[in-house]
């Protein structure tokens, strides 16, 4: 393949060039409740190239071969119109060149389990909630994407690395009378089909969860301190500031910039923040990202200061920072951009039962439902809740959306508990998808957070 | 194509073949200054055939093995996912205007000249943080059925951007244009967002409560989704929408009307049929606030014993790759009637209330029953018809189906929104408000 890409750019002339061929396999089966309505498994593949010359960057994708010659010329010719109309030229800052073949250790091949095992499997999962009455609806649906990619570039890199990504997510949806309520599941991983073998427990739990979830009460609409979950801890670490930390969001807009110079506090002294995608296992584990650069773990926040931010090339350059490896694309189709690997609030020492006594009264807030950020500000759903009394556990309540400023909610972690989790499943939306988005935490007490419910 | 077709339709009942190939550039342009020039070529074959009432379904990138593609689609078929439905016969389309040679010629040096055009003019008019960019792409797609359709069309849509942050914020004033071929963004459009944006220099907090809202074209996101998700064939069919029993029933307001019209091609991306080759027509969904009807792709018509209203599109609001996704139903060309009102009339009414320009977590909550929990970002707050500032942390919830029995006056012009649809500013009133104060 390697010959391929070099033939590709071999009559490019610009400063710097390098080429990403991918090939991409996805296996999908989905039910919509009882019934069946995707099983496919197929293949597709495509280019990325990336042109940087004299201060000009550009970017192709494409699909067929015979556009090669065309697409390398767009971007050359991309990147000389951009070069003559920046003021500021854009650099990369110095990488290795690296020689590299790497396919991570995997529990369990899915590639070589038949079609009908992974069916069932779905189907047997599927069932669970089915088998109640109030369970009117499931959508549940197996995805399995296997990358293949080579990647070249004009400083003598040549790596080929695998990415394998299992899951089975969904949601389920429960009705009495006039309400409905649904839940979110989804177990998975990057390490094989083991990770989502013998997960009954999980559908027989949400199962339970979103029966319970039409016996609740809307949570009152308010300012209150809450107790969240490892899974909304993880949410909130990387919607409410690890957008922050990828550097080419910060990058252009100054005044942001300014305020997250590292070595600004920017939060309570008990908060650690790191992004460490080197974890074997993980979800969000990899090895070199989409520029050829090898992934290392970054220090976001330390006892509340800033000490770190995740970069491409570009941005390391414009920041005068290191390189962390975190320039990451969906697939062919996309030319990378600065995404998180796996960000998580690092543990303290709190015991539940302690954050409990330290709440006193407010809410305990559980799994993530979608979250969003807008500047400073972001917004996220819960599943579900309790109120919490006195230290104790009380009535559940539904219909939860947290919304909050980024700059006070991270002086507002009042507590952090020592149980770390990391997410199984993951679907970051930078106008790129990333199902490979990892995020964690411990239970953690954010005081005044403004909940809206319906 | 043809030989893929006629291989296919002889390994099963029936089979269609879709092909698109697209082409596609955009630049843009951050703190006012040039970020990025991207292109993208992006071409596929997709194959569907039927065989015994189950379905089969393959694709590629490149139709290099024919024999390769078919026997994926054919493997499939052990899944026997249910497909009781014919493909249809369309024979000749209606003749629409979709592609605009201009569009072909449009070159990255434009787009460039457009975005910087933008951006000089809006640095002029205010003190923001300046994001702009300019797009066009170009498509032709064709579906091939072994029923004897035929179809193919070429499209164009040519667009920009812009948007003016609150420093410091990161979330702002945006509004965008589109059309089949570069138009600039207009001088009005542009002075509304700066004129807004000056509004917004001062931060408030308000009291939260029950109070009017009014929704602009970014925040109608919110409303669509929802009122989408609840009219479509599929969610009745999954009895998750609370619709299923309505038909003829008042669920909005009076002062509502809301329509599907793919054919209308003064806007880009008019449709004379949909991704499966059903003929498109203009589909009445709400009039004057009473429900008239749902969409349906062949799949969900089928199944609801109800004929397909030229809804299956491959792509929905998560992916618009229409190679690897299969059709499913989906609104596209939503229209919402304009009223009378201008935007200072609308503003003029506001006792006390939120112009909300932009929203996060729209895509959260319970969709399909019309529940909504947003943050708002950026959003205005009025009193007494006098905008006095922009508000910081504040959340807008409830229920579509409230939230529109309640619409004070809908606005005169039409914006591009949510996934194409054109729509109105909208204020409603009694909408609970949270904030910190």
């Given at each position: 393949m390697f010959e391929k890409l070099e033939k590709i750019l071999a009559g490019a002339k610009a400063d710097y060039i390098d080429i990403r061929y991918e090939e991409v396999k996805e296996t999908a089966i989905g039910f919509s409740g009882k019934e069946l309505t995707t099983l496919s498994a197929n293949a597709s593949d495509g280019f990325v190239v990336r042109v940087l010359d004299q201060g000009g960057m550009a970017s192709v994708t494409f699909t067929r071969p015979d556009e090669a010659e065309a697409a390398v010329r767009a971007a050359e010719e991309n990147a000389s119109l951009f070069s003559r109309n920046t003021a500021k030229p854009v650099r990369m800052a110095k990488a290795e060149a690296v020689r590299d073949t790497f396919a991570p250790k995997l529990g369990e091949d899915p590639r070589h389990i038949p079609m009908e095992e992974k069916l069932e499997l779905v189907r047997k999962y599927n069932n669970i909630p089915l088998?109640?009455?109030?369970?009117?609806?499931t959508s549940i649906a197996y995805s399995e994407v296997c990358r293949k990619k080579y990647y070249l570039n004009s400083e003598g890199s040549r790596i080929q690395e695998d990415l394998l990504t299992t899951s089975v997510r969904g949601l389920i949806t429960a009705r009495e009378g006039g309400l409905t309520q649904n839940i979110r599941v989804g177990i998975g991983g990057s390490d094989g089909f083991g990770a989502i073998r013998g997960q009954e427990r999980h559908f027989e739990e949400k199962t339970k969860l979103v029966l319970d979830l039409l016996a609740a009460e809307p949570v009152k609409s308010g300012s209150y301190s809450c107790i969240l979950n490892p899974s909304l801890a993880g949410v909130f670490a990387h919607e409410a500031f690890g957008h922050f930390s990828e550097a080419d969001i910060v990058e252009t807009l100054p005044a942001m910039r300014k305020r997250m110079t590292l070595g600004a506090k920017l939060g309570n002294g008990i908060l650690n923040i790191i992004d460490d995608a080197t974890q074997p296992g993980q979800l969000g584990f990899y090895q070199y990202d989409d520029e050829g650069v090898e992934v290392r773990p970054v220090q976001l926040i330390k006892n509340g200061v800033l000490s770190g931010r995740l970069h491409s090339r570009r941005t390391a350059a414009e920041f005068g920072e290191p390189l962390?490896?975190?320039?990451?694309?969906?697939?062919?189709?996309y030319a990378p951009i600065v995404r998180m690997g796996t960000i998580f609030i690092q543990p303290g020492d709190k015991s539940f039962g302690e954050l409990l006594q330290s709440l006193w009264d407010g809410l305990y807030l559980l799994d993530a439902k979608g979250g969003q950020t807008s500047g400073e500000n972001f917004t996220f759903g819960a599943n579900y809740g309790y109120e919490v009394r006195q230290g104790k556990i009380g009535r559940m309540v539904r219909d939860i959306n947290i919304s909050g400023n980024l700059y006070q909610t991270l002086m507002d972690i009042s507590s952090v508990g020592s149980d770390l989790r990391l997410s199984q499943i993951g679907g970051c939306g930078k106008g790129q998808s990333n199902i490979r988005s990892c995020n964690g935490g411990p239970h953690i007490i954010i005081d005044n957070l403004i909940v809206g419910g319906i | 194509m043809e030989k893929l077709l006629e291989m296919a339709g002889r390994a099963a009942d029936q089979a269609e073949v879709f092909s698109t190939e697209q082409s596609s550039i955009s630049v843009s342009f951050h703190d006012a200054k040039l970020y990025d020039i991207k292109t993208n070529f992006l071409s596929g074959v997709s194959l569907r055939i039927i065989k015994d009432g189950k379905l089969g379904f393959a694709y590629t990138r490149n139709l290099k093995n024919r024999q390769g593609l078919l026997e994926n689609a054919l493997d499939s078929l052990r899944g026997r996912v249910e497909a009781n439905y014919d493909l249809p016969d369309t024979r000749v389309g209606q003749s629409l205007a979709t592609y605009d040679p201009a569009a072909s010629k449009l070159s990255s040096a434009d787009l460039l000249d457009e975005s910087q055009r933008i951006c000089e003019i809006l640095k002029a008019k205010a003190a923001g943080e300046i994001m702009a960019g300019a797009y066009v792409s170009v498509d032709s797609m064709r579906i091939l059925n072994s029923r004897g359709a035929d179809l193919s069309q070429r499209n164009s849509l040519a667009g920009s951007y812009s948007s003016i942050i609150f420093p410091g914020s990161g979330s702002g004033m945006s509004r965008e244009v589109r059309s089949r071929a570069m138009v600039k963004m207009p001088d009005n459009l542009i002075s509304e967002m700066a004129d807004l944006f000056k509004q917004g220099q001062k931060t408030v907090q308000p009291k939260g409560g029950r109070m009017k809202v009014l929704f602009m074209p970014e925040s109608m996101i919110t409303l669509l989704w929802r009122i989408v998700s609840g009219l479509s064939g599929r969610s009745v069919y999954e009895k998750i929408s609370p619709n299923a029993a309505r038909l003829g029933q008042r669920i909005f307001s009076p002062k509502l009307t809301i329509y599907d019209d793919p054919l209308n091609d003064a806007y880009p991306g008019a449709r004379a049929w949909d991704d499966e080759g059903v003929p498109c027509k203009k589909l009445p969904l709400i009039e004057q606030g009473v429900l008239k009807g749902f969409f349906y792709d062949l799949k969900y018509a089928e199944k609801m014993g109800a004929a397909s209203t030229g809804h299956g599109y491959r792509g929905d609001i998560w992916s618009g790759d229409p190679v690897t996704v299969k059709p499913g139903p989906f609104l596209g060309h939503l229209f919402m009637e304009p009223g009378t009102a201008s935007l200072a009339r609308l503003i003029s009414q506001i006792d006390r209330g939120i112009i909300i320009e932009g929203v996060m977590g729209a895509h959260s909550g319970n969709i399909p029953n019309g529940d909504y929990s947003i943050g708002i970002g950026p959003g205005l707050y009025v009193e007494n018809g006098r905008i006095v500032g922009r508000v910081k942390d504040a959340m807008a919830a409830g229920n579509i189906y409230q939230t529109l029995s309640n619409v004070v006056e809908v606005g005169e012009t039409l914006y591009p929104s949510f996934e194409g649809a054109r729509v109105p500013p909208l204020l409603c009133e009694g909408v609970s408000v949270t904030t910190k104060s």
């Amino acid at each position: 393949m390697f010959e391929k890409l070099e033939k590709i750019l071999a009559g490019a002339k610009a400063d710097y060039i390098d080429i990403r061929y991918e090939e991409v396999k996805e296996t999908a089966i989905g039910f919509s409740g009882k019934e069946l309505t995707t099983l496919s498994a197929n293949a597709s593949d495509g280019f990325v190239v990336r042109v940087l010359d004299q201060g000009g960057m550009a970017s192709v994708t494409f699909t067929r071969p015979d556009e090669a010659e065309a697409a390398v010329r767009a971007a050359e010719e991309n990147a000389s119109l951009f070069s003559r109309n920046t003021a500021k030229p854009v650099r990369m800052a110095k990488a290795e060149a690296v020689r590299d073949t790497f396919a991570p250790k995997l529990g369990e091949d899915p590639r070589h389990i038949p079609m009908e095992e992974k069916l069932e499997l779905v189907r047997k999962y599927n069932n669970i909630p089915l088998a109640w009455p109030k369970v009117v609806n499931t959508s549940i649906a197996y995805s399995e994407v296997c990358r293949k990619k080579y990647y070249l570039n004009s400083e003598g890199s040549r790596i080929q690395e695998d990415l394998l990504t299992t899951s089975v997510r969904g949601l389920i949806t429960a009705r009495e009378g006039g309400l409905t309520q649904n839940i979110r599941v989804g177990i998975g991983g990057s390490d094989g089909f083991g990770a989502i073998r013998g997960q009954e427990r999980h559908f027989e739990e949400k199962t339970k969860l979103v029966l319970d979830l039409l016996a609740a009460e809307p949570v009152k609409s308010g300012s209150y301190s809450c107790i969240l979950n490892p899974s909304l801890a993880g949410v909130f670490a990387h919607e409410a500031f690890g957008h922050f930390s990828e550097a080419d969001i910060v990058e252009t807009l100054p005044a942001m910039r300014k305020r997250m110079t590292l070595g600004a506090k920017l939060g309570n002294g008990i908060l650690n923040i790191i992004d460490d995608a080197t974890q074997p296992g993980q979800l969000g584990f990899y090895q070199y990202d989409d520029e050829g650069v090898e992934v290392r773990p970054v220090q976001l926040i330390k006892n509340g200061v800033l000490s770190g931010r995740l970069h491409s090339r570009r941005t390391a350059a414009e920041f005068g920072e290191p390189l962390s490896g975190h320039c990451v694309a969906e697939d062919y189709r996309y030319a990378p951009i600065v995404r998180m690997g796996t960000i998580f609030i690092q543990p303290g020492d709190k015991s539940f039962g302690e954050l409990l006594q330290s709440l006193w009264d407010g809410l305990y807030l559980l799994d993530a439902k979608g979250g969003q950020t807008s500047g400073e500000n972001f917004t996220f759903g819960a599943n579900y809740g309790y109120e919490v009394r006195q230290g104790k556990i009380g009535r559940m309540v539904r219909d939860i959306n947290i919304s909050g400023n980024l700059y006070q909610t991270l002086m507002d972690i009042s507590s952090v508990g020592s149980d770390l989790r990391l997410s199984q499943i993951g679907g970051c939306g930078k106008g790129q998808s990333n199902i490979r988005s990892c995020n964690g935490g411990p239970h953690i007490i954010i005081d005044n957070l403004i909940v809206g419910g319906i | 194509m043809e030989k893929l077709l006629e291989m296919a339709g002889r390994a099963a009942d029936q089979a269609e073949v879709f092909s698109t190939e697209q082409s596609s550039i955009s630049v843009s342009f951050h703190d006012a200054k040039l970020y990025d020039i991207k292109t993208n070529f992006l071409s596929g074959v997709s194959l569907r055939i039927i065989k015994d009432g189950k379905l089969g379904f393959a694709y590629t990138r490149n139709l290099k093995n024919r024999q390769g593609l078919l026997e994926n689609a054919l493997d499939s078929l052990r899944g026997r996912v249910e497909a009781n439905y014919d493909l249809p016969d369309t024979r000749v389309g209606q003749s629409l205007a979709t592609y605009d040679p201009a569009a072909s010629k449009l070159s990255s040096a434009d787009l460039l000249d457009e975005s910087q055009r933008i951006c000089e003019i809006l640095k002029a008019k205010a003190a923001g943080e300046i994001m702009a960019g300019a797009y066009v792409s170009v498509d032709s797609m064709r579906i091939l059925n072994s029923r004897g359709a035929d179809l193919s069309q070429r499209n164009s849509l040519a667009g920009s951007y812009s948007s003016i942050i609150f420093p410091g914020s990161g979330s702002g004033m945006s509004r965008e244009v589109r059309s089949r071929a570069m138009v600039k963004m207009p001088d009005n459009l542009i002075s509304e967002m700066a004129d807004l944006f000056k509004q917004g220099q001062k931060t408030v907090q308000p009291k939260g409560g029950r109070m009017k809202v009014l929704f602009m074209p970014e925040s109608m996101i919110t409303l669509l989704w929802r009122i989408v998700s609840g009219l479509s064939g599929r969610s009745v069919y999954e009895k998750i929408s609370p619709n299923a029993a309505r038909l003829g029933q008042r669920i909005f307001s009076p002062k509502l009307t809301i329509y599907d019209d793919p054919l209308n091609d003064a806007y880009p991306g008019a449709r004379a049929w949909d991704d499966e080759g059903v003929p498109c027509k203009k589909l009445p969904l709400i009039e004057q606030g009473v429900l008239k009807g749902f969409f349906y792709d062949l799949k969900y018509a089928e199944k609801m014993g109800a004929a397909s209203t030229g809804h299956g599109y491959r792509g929905d609001i998560w992916s618009g790759d229409p190679v690897t996704v299969k059709p499913g139903p989906f609104l596209g060309h939503l229209f919402m009637e304009p009223g009378t009102a201008s935007l200072a009339r609308l503003i003029s009414q506001i006792d006390r209330g939120i112009i909300i320009e932009g929203v996060m977590g729209a895509h959260s909550g319970n969709i399909p029953n019309g529940d909504y929990s947003i943050g708002i970002g950026p959003g205005l707050y009025v009193e007494n018809g006098r905008i006095v500032g922009r508000v910081k942390d504040a959340m807008a919830a409830g229920n579509i189906y409230q939230t529109l029995s309640n619409v004070v006056e809908v606005g005169e012009t039409l914006y591009p929104s949510f996934e194409g649809a054109r729509v109105p500013p909208l204020l409603c009133e009694g909408v609970s408000v949270t904030t910190k104060s």
